[in-house]
């Protein structure tokens, strides 16, 4: 089945998100981790990725993550649709439904940028 493809690779993100506190970090790290912030800076969001992460087997369907969140599918469908933009979230086709599935490095990859640096 197909899956949505990242807008960057796991490891470029592991390169972008050195700890900010190690040094300046360049625009485009700050470009990365921003679009990641924004896409966490939504209530919903955040709500619908913790969804997903605390589903059976790791991955939800759409149809499941309306209900929970109190809102229409059009609505649920734009939000992971910024979690999959931001590399958070897979996404896959089957049949009419989309599955989602966390994607833990981009996870590991925040949280390492937003660890303190050892001096």
Known sequence: MPTATLPLVTADIAACCAPM???????????????????????????LLSLIAASDGGEACACDLIGPVNLGQPTVSHHMRQLVDAGLVTREQRGKWAYYRVVDETLLAVAKALTPATH
């Open 21 to 47: 506190t190690a040094g300046v970090i360049d625009d485009q790290a700050a470009e990365r981790l921003a679009r990641i912030f924004k896409a966490l800076g939504d209530p919903t969001r955040v709500k």
